[in-house]
């Protein structure tokens, strides 16, 4: 069974910085689409930025514009790990962040673009327990 583990959450002040990290195993094809959801409390959930593991993708990742600037994707495709660097941190960000991965084998492409953080259903990805993080201001 496909697993996604975050871990890098926690709390910190306005205009500091975390790194989450999700590490995904048991993939049995491929390299995933990986995306990163946030949900504050009373809130729907939000995909905030994309990247995809293949190798040999093009791979920019994509950020909504309400990140753009301060968050970074990267990724580690000998560890199947994938990285989000979050600077400047705004009350705001505070909220659940779970990785994802789209269960469909998707193109670096493709995974890289809005459509792939909101047209996908719930189920059409794997899930992370998520992590929290808290930004006081």
């Known amino acids: 069974q496909v697993q996604l583990v975050e871990s890098g959450g926690g709390s910190v002040l306005a205009g500091g910085s975390l790194r989450l990290s999700c590490v995904v195993s048991?993939?049995?094809?491929?390299?995933?689409?990986i995306a990163w959801f946030r949900q504050a409390p009373g809130k729907e959930r939000e995909g905030v930025a994309s990247?995809?593991?293949?190798?040999?993708?093009?791979?920019?990742?994509y950020y909504i514009d309400s990140v753009k600037g301060r968050f970074t994707l990267s990724q580690d495709n000998a560890k199947n790990t994938a990285y989000l660097q979050m600077n400047d941190l705004k009350p705001e960000d505070t909220g659940m962040y779970y990785c994802a991965a789209l269960k469909a084998s998707t193109s670096g492409r493709a995974c890289t673009t809005s459509a792939s953080l909101t047209q996908p259903r719930y189920e059409d990805r794997y899930w992370g327990q998520g992590t929290q993080v808290t930004v006081s201001a």
């Open positions: 048991r993939f049995t094809y491929g390299r995933p689409c």
């Open positions: 990247i995809s593991l293949a190798g040999d993708a093009p791979n920019s990742p």
